[in-house]
């Protein structure tokens, strides 16, 4: 093999492969990107997904006569319990009156 090869014990000292390195990185790479003849514009596209996940807490629960009536705060404009859509007129806090459920079954509040 003719020439010096890079490396420990081969007779090219630290400085000389530093400016070697240096000098590859100046040097224009063969697969950089050009622009072709008559091509006088670039696009892009960039795009955030931002996930929030929704919140329904139940903040005050006031036993009615024959309801509950709860204070709720939650981030979506309408939930779904036990196949029955509320909607509210914001997000936040809101109010909402639910039947009481039939004698014997228990509702649990805060879960």
Not at 42 to 58: E, K, M, N, T
Not at 84 to 109: C, D, M, Q, S, W
Request: hydrophobic share 40%.
């Amino acid at each position: 093999m003719s020439g010096r090869c890079i490396g420990a014990g081969h007779g090219v000292d630290g400085r000389k492969a530093k400016g070697m390195l240096l000098m590859l990185l100046l040097v224009p790479s063969l697969c950089a990107a050009e622009s072709t003849l008559g091509s006088t514009s670039a696009s892009s596209h960039l795009s955030f997904r931002v996930v929030i996940p929704p919140v329904f807490r139940v903040l005050q629960v006031t036993p009615m006569k024959e309801s509950y009536h709860y204070r709720v705060w939650t981030n979506m404009p309408s939930i779904l319990l036990n196949g029955v859509e509320y909607r509210f007129k914001r997000v936040g806090e809101n109010h909402l009156t639910i039947p009481a459920p039939p004698a014997g079954v228990f509702v649990v509040h805060g879960l």
